[in-house]
């Protein structure tokens, strides 16, 4: 890990690891994203269309995100932004190449989309280019980048529109890091599942995993 506690595979440098199931097979490394003005969409100084509305000009005071309303929630990853609505609807802007923002596309948007087919969300989390959705039926939804099985989906595909995420049923909460997720059921068990290089998955190993593990 670098001194921000990132590996050198999670800013474009070096190889990272994925499985599928719990294999230990090699991925190619992430580069990093390009932001849609030129340059590289870098921590802090936000290049990229992930946090103001029409434009890819950096701001030094608030602005209000465009056509948004009766927002409930909010998520961030690294080079993206999503919003929760009262009725239910995830919305995502910034960055897609990775298909970070679920509506079937790579294509770049400087201003709210609907993320496709989620209807009856309670709430939402993001990862570094990953997000996360919670139905209220208690099941799962996951969509973008998938290479350390991120996504829970039992592959290490990238995934532009949400695919449920296997075997989790009656979770109450959930929450990402950088490439890997969490839920929690309602009879208070933890669940997790992705990158477990650094143990974060908690099942007391570091192997990756592309299906929920109990923590």
Do not use: M
């Not at 936000?46 to 948004?68: G, I, K």
């Not at 919305?91 to 989620?118: C, D, H, R």
């Not at 009656?170 to 997720?181: F, K, L, R, T």
Request: aromatic letters at 6%; proline letters at 4%.
């Amino acid at each position: 890990p670098n001194g921000r506690g990132c590996s050198a595979a999670s800013r474009g440098r070096g190889r990272g690891r994925a499985s599928r199931g719990r294999s230990r097979a090699r991925a190619p490394a992430i580069p990093r994203p390009r932001s849609p003005c030129g340059g590289r969409a870098v921590r802090g100084t936000r290049r990229a269309a992930d946090t103001w509305s029409d434009t890819t000009t950096n701001r030094s005071t608030p602005v209000q995100v465009s056509e948004l309303t009766g927002i409930t929630a909010i998520a961030a990853g690294w080079t993206h932004s999503l919003a929760l609505k009262l009725d239910g609807t995830v919305w995502a802007w910034g960055l897609n190449n990775y298909g970070q923002l679920g509506n079937g596309t790579s294509t770049v948007s400087t201003t709210p989309i609907q993320v496709s087919g989620l209807s009856d969300v309670t709430a939402i989390a993001s990862g570094e280019y990953h997000g996360l959705a919670l139905k209220s039926d208690g099941t799962v939804w996951a969509w973008g980048l998938n290479n350390y099985g991120q996504l829970g989906d039992g592959t290490t595909t990238i995934r532009n529109t949400p695919i449920q995420v296997s075997e989790l049923s009656d979770i109450i909460a959930i929450a990402s890091g950088e490439y890997h997720s969490l839920a929690l059921k309602s009879n208070g068990k933890a669940l997790a599942w992705g990158r477990n290089t650094s143990g974060q998955l908690g099942d007391e190993t570091t192997t990756n995993t592309n299906t929920p593990v109990q923590v």
